[in-house]
């Protein structure tokens, strides 16, 4: 990618706010916060940009801990994701620090471009990517209705370009049976944990009949207090995932007959309640994506060949769901983390490494170079500013 006067400037940007994003990366970091209560990390992330003069709305779509800040009035609408929850008991061990300070660089960055590249930019605080789809609630809120492309990243063990996911869902399965002693009159007791045990069995035998990109995990949230009492209540948390969303729905459907077995041979009552809305697989933009690829060469990075992206799926995200519905991204940058790979305690600890810093740099300069070369292609523009109009006609 040849440099131009606006790319020339957001790399600038960047590099003299480095320390400012390095730090906010550190203190997300230091505090780490869990779905729907990241209420400190919202605000360090709001800070730096209401500072540089982004017009803050909070609570948007209706969550205490999302937000949009806007700076710019041109014609092209470009979003920049933010997420900052982490993960119980690991923390930031899927690197969320990172995606949030690179997300505040590369709006500052485009901040300093917006006049003259007819831009407007979003900085989007999405909370609860982990578990709770908080992007999926803010699309269905109308957060993102007046955007025309919308980019992120990830941090993780390689450099990816057009990153890839799998479609998700997740469910509580709840089996209701009835209390007896379980000595003294056990044949009174209708055994909820018993419906677990047959559910697990079943799943355990469907996997060697699943199709290729398929699978389920899931673990026991409860299943009874004390030995000696039949348990009557027991609980399951499956996740359930595909590379497609069609797959997903068909897995679903046959993992409705596992859950249904456990409750069948035991007699318990069940239900089955959604834990979280449906992911989406990733949809990477075919110009965004080859545009960063361009970027991470550019700054001797080494991503995988966009032959091998397909097959290496990056786990699940609620990003998906934002590029089923406009142009977007969301690459993987890598981080030394040591061998470890994303929800590991290594990853955690390379999170706030050098090597993760210099992503929160690195990352920020090539997501706006990305926005850079979209706004000043006249073709590019143009069409995602058409497929806006599109998706607001409908």
């Known amino acids: 990618m040849s440099d131009t006067a606006a790319s020339s400037t957001v790399e600038d940007v960047v590099r003299r706010r480095r320390d400012d994003l390095v730090a906010l990366s550190h203190a997300i970091h230091a505090e780490p916060e869990l779905a729907f209560e990241e209420y400190r990390s919202c605000a360090k992330v709001a800070a730096l940009v209401a500072e540089r003069g982004f017009e803050i709305t909070e609570n948007a779509g209706g969550l205490a801990t999302a937000f949009r800040a806007s700076y710019g009035s041109g014609p092209l609408t470009v979003g920049v994701c933010a997420e900052y929850d982490a993960l119980p008991e690991i923390g930031h061990a899927c690197g969320h620090n990172i995606i949030a300070a690179s997300a505040v660089g590369t709006a500052l960055a485009l901040a300093d471009v917006a006049d003259d590249l007819g831009l407007t930019v979003v900085l989007v605080g999405t909370p609860a990517e982990e578990a709770g789809g908080g992007k999926v609630l803010m699309l269905d809120a109308g957060v993102f209705d007046d955007l025309a492309a919308t980019v992120m990243l990830h941090p993780g063990p390689v450099d990816i370009a057009a990153a890839r996911s799998l479609a998700l869902s997740e469910v509580w399965v709840t089996y209701r049976g009835r209390e007896s002693h379980a000595a003294v009159a056990p044949y009174l007791g209708v055994n909820a944990a018993d419906a677990v045990t047959v559910t697990q069995v079943a799943i355990g035998l469907l996997r060697q009949q699943l199709s290729p990109g398929q699978m389920m995990h899931g673990i026991i949230t409860e299943a009874g207090l004390v030995p000696n ?31 249904q077995a456990g409750a069948v041979a035991t007699g318990c009552e069940y239900d089955v309640a959604e834990a979280s809305p449906m992911y989406q697989e990733l949809t990477p933009d075919g110009f965004l994506a080859e545009t960063f690829r361009a970027e991470m060469q550019r700054l001797g990075r080494t991503p995988l060949p966009a032959e091998m992206e397909a097959s290496l799926p990056l786990g699940s995200t609620d990003m998906g769901n ?9 690459p993987v940058v890598g981080v030394d983390a040591g061998g470890a790979s994303v929800h590991q305690p290594g990853f955690a600890a390379a999170a706030a490494s050098a090597s993760g810093d210099t992503a929160v740099v690195e990352g920020a300069i090539m997501l706006a170079r990305t926005v850079v070369a979209l706004a000043e292609s006249a073709t590019e523009r143009d069409r995602v500013l058409e497929l806006q109009e599109r998706r607001v006609a409908s």
């Open 229 to 259: 009492v039949i348990p009557a209540k027991a609980q399951l948390r499956y996740t359930m995932r595909a590379t497609e969303t069609s797959a997903l729905r068909d897995l679903e459907q046959r993992m409705a007959g596992c859950f």
């Open 322 to 330: 934002v590029t089923k519905v406009m142009p977007g991204i969301h």
